[in-house]
């Protein structure tokens, strides 16, 4: 498969309609406040974590769980189904989590509604970490980076110093509803500056794939 992938009106308005209201009766989202970033004390999203995905026997989550593993022609494992309302975009990060038997594989957005908003995605990838702070550590400048003009327009919210370790592997397109957006969770990405631009809060549903390790 691709490193990273699109597919547009992947899942009808009906079954993502269901699963926002089976999302929203699962229980309360909890609120993640910034303790470290650049938005330090603010907060950031609102999530609800559901790890037993084995337990989720809703009608549209499950049709939507086996929509997504039409799309890959290997077994997967579904380590986490994560429904979150951004407030203030994510600054760069990867999903990469270390486990026993799984290795992660791929990270997967649902748009569950239109929002002019767009998920960055840099070629530098994840080395045992999901920190940026800690590969910046280990890793040098590099020698073509981000241009400073789309750094401004799109990824302001970021630390200055960022851009100089980074450059554009893929731009997504626009949230749109009934997208299947996936992309390799070792990969450094960001949302974009949404919050200067009057849109949001961003409603989707992140899901985390993980492959099996040969035994």
């Not at 490193?3 to 269901?18: C, G, H, K």
């Not at 999302?23 to 406040?33: C, E, Y």
């Not at 790890?51 to 593993?69: F, Q, R």
């Not at 990824?155 to 592997?169: A, F, G, I, N």
Request: glycine fraction near 4%.
């Amino acid at each position: 498969m691709d490193d990273v992938f699109v597919i547009d009106d992947f899942f009808s308005d009906e079954v993502l309609d269901a699963a926002w209201q089976e999302l929203v009766a699962a229980g309360p989202q909890v609120d993640f406040i910034d303790k470290h970033g650049v938005f330090k004390g603010q907060l950031i999203s609102q999530q609800l974590h559901l790890e037993h995905i084995t337990d989720i026997g809703t009608p549209a989550m499950s049709a939507i769980l086996t929509k997504i593993n039409d799309v890959f022609d290997e077994p997967i494992l579904f380590r986490r189904v994560n429904y979150q309302t951004l407030h203030l975009p994510w600054d760069i990060h990867s999903d990469w989590t270390e486990a026993d038997k799984s290795e992660s594989y791929y990270n997967l957005l649902i748009p569950l509604h239109d929002v002019d908003s767009r998920t960055i995605i840099f070629d530098q990838r994840s080395v045992g970490t999901k920190h940026f702070y800690k590969y910046k550590e280990t890793h040098s400048k590099i020698d073509q980076p981000i241009p400073q003009d789309f750094w401004d327009e799109n990824l302001s919210m970021c630390w200055p110093e960022d851009r100089e370790y980074l450059s554009v592997k893929f731009i997504c397109p626009y949230q749109r509803k009934g997208q299947l957006v996936g992309f390799k969770r070792d990969y450094y990405h960001s949302s974009d500056s949404f919050h200067l631009r009057g849109v949001g809060p961003k409603h989707f549903i992140q899901i985390l794939v993980d492959r099996e390790l040969n035994q």
